[in-house]
C-alpha cells in the first residue's frame, strides 16, 4: 500500500515547498473511501493480491514431512490464540485527536499497509482451500485464512476507531491479483510470513523494555500475533521439504531474488515513516537491520543460502534504492516531461541498488536434518 506520499523529511531544501505540500496531504484527515483506495493501489512496493495454479498446489504430498506436517496441524487445530484478537481492559483509550498529525498519517498508513497484507493472505489462503480436493492442503489452508481474517480484522478495529474502515469486501472482488507459479509463491508467502513474524517481535521486545513509546495499544497484542506468522512459515517450511528441486540448483537464485526484493522492499517503505518510528523509539535502520538478520537465522531452516547482511556494499545500495524510490514518487508527483525524466532517474537508482545488492555473493550453508523450529525471539 502507500498513497505515498514521499518522504516529508526530505533534506533538500530546494524541496521544501513540495515537502511542505506532502505533509498537507499526508495529514489531511482520510475517509474510508480513501484508506480502501490506498488498499487498491498495485505498485512495487504495495502489498499485493495474489492467484495461483491451485491445482498444482493441491497436488502436493506431505508424506516426506508427515510427521512435523501432523505436529503443526494439531497444534494449529488447537487454537492457541481463540479469544486473543478481542479488545478487552488492556486496550487503552488512543487519543487520535491529540496525535501529532504527521505521526497519525504515518501510523495510519502502517496499519492500512498492514491490513492488506493480512488480508491477502487470508484471500490467497481461503481460495486454494475452496479449490482443492487434498485434505492435508485444504486443513492448513483453512486454518491459515482463521488467523489472517482476525488479524485484518482486528487492525480494521483499530482503524475504525480513528474513523477509518478498509472495506475488505470490495478489495477481495475489485483488487487486481497477481499470478505467481506455486513456488514463487512458497518463496514469497514464506519469507513474508517469517519477516512478519520477526517485524513483529521485535517491536513488541522493543516496547517491552521501552513501554513510554508504546503510543497504541495494538502493540500489546504483537506476542501471540506474530507466533501465528511464525507458524504458518512454518508451514510453508515443510511444503518446501517435501521437494528437494524448490532449494536447490537454479531456485536457489530465485531464492536469493526473493531474499533481496523482499528486504529491499521493506526498507524502503519503512524509510516513508520516519515520524512513526521516532514514535516508537525505533531507529529505522537499526530496525531492519535487526529484522533482517532474525529472518535470516530462521530461513536457514529450509534455504540453502542467506545474504550477507554485513556486507560492505549492504547497506550503502538499500539507500540508493531508497533515494530512487523517493524520486520516482516526487517525479510521480510533479507529472509532466520533467517529472518522467526525474521518474526514470530515480527508477534506474533503483535498478542500480538492486542489482548491485543481488550481486552481493550470498553466504551458503547446509540446512538442518528438520526444519522444524520453536519462535525464540
Ligand atoms: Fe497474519
Ligand atoms: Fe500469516
Redesign the pocket.
Known amino acids: 500500500m502507500n498513497a505515498h506520499a514521499p518522504l516529508a523529511h526530505s533534506a533538500d531544501a530546494t524541496n521544501a515547498d513540495e515537502a511542505i505540500a506532502r505533509q498537507d496531504a499526508m495529514t489531511a484527515a482520510m475517509t474510508s473511501e480513501q484508506a480502501t483506495a490506498v488498499a487498491m493501489q498495485d505498485t512495487l512496493l504495495t502489498p499485493r493480491f495474489y492467484t495461483t495454479d491451485f491445482d498444482e498446489m493441491d497436488a502436493i504430498d506431505v508424506t516426506p514431512v508427515r510427521a512435523e506436517w501432523d505436529a503443526l496441524i494439531a497444534r494449529m487445530k488447537a487454537d492457541p490464540n481463540r479469544g486473543h484478537f478481542k479488545k478487552n481492559e488492556d486496550w487503552d483509550h488512543v487519543d487520535w485527536e491529540g496525535m501529532d498529525p504527521v505521526l497519525r498519517a504515518e501510523f495510519i498508513d502502517f496499519l492500512i499497509s498492514s491490513c492488506t497484507a493480512e488480508f491477502s493472505?487470508c484471500v490467497l489462503y481461503k481460495e486454494m482451500k475452496r479449490r482443492g480436493s487434498n485434505e492435508d492442503i485444504t486443513t492448513l489452508f483453512q486454518l491459515?485464512a482463521r488467523?489472517?481474517a482476525r488479524?485484518a480484522g482486528f487492525i480494521n478495529d483499530a482503524l475504525r476507531e480513528a474513523g477509518i474502515a478498509v472495506n475488505l469486501g470490495f478489495l477481495t472482488q475489485q483488487k487486481k491479483y497477481t499470478y505467481f507459479r506455486p513456488k514463487f509463491i512458497y518463496y514469497a508467502t514464506y519469507l513474508s510470513?517469517k519477516i512478519?513474524y520477526a517485524r513483529y517481535i521485535t517491536i513488541y521486545r522493543h516496547l517491552e523494555k521501552h513501554p513510554e513509546h508504546r503510543f497504541h495499544p495494538i502493540f500489546k497484542w504483537f506476542r501471540e500475533w506474530c507466533n501465528?506468522?511464525f507458524s504458518?512459515g512454518e508451514a510453508f517450511a515443510l511444503l518446501m521439504r517435501t521437494d528437494p528441486k524448490l532449494t536447490s540448483g537454479r531456485n536457489v537464485w530465485w531464492i536469493k531474488f526473493f531474499l533481496t526484493a523482499v528486504f529491499s522492499t521493506m526498507w524502503i517503505r519503512d524509510h516513508q515513516r520516519p515520524v512513526f518510528h521516532d514514535a516508537l523509539g525505533v531507529d529505522t535502520a537499526w530496525y531492519g537491520q535487526e529484522v533482517f538478520r532474525k529472518t535470516s537465522e530462521i530461513s536457514r531452516q529450509v534455504f540453502p543460502i542467506t545474504l550477507d547482511i554485513d556486507h560492505p556494499r549492504w547497506r550503502p545500495n538499500l539507500d540508493r534504492m531508497e533515494r530512487g524510490s523517493v524520486q520516482v514518487a516526487r517525479g510521480r508527483a510533479r507529472g509532466g516531461l520533467g517529472g518522467t525524466a526525474t521518474r526514470l532517474a530515480g527508477m534506474a537508482k533503483c535498478g542500480w541498488g538492486f542489482v548491485a545488492l543481488y550481486t552481493i555473493p550470498a553466504i551458503r550453508h547446509d540446512m538442518p536434518e528438520s526444519s522444524v523450529m520453536e519462535p525464540a525471539y
Open positions: 493472505g491459515m488467523d489472517e488479524h510470513e512478519g501465528d506468522e504458518h
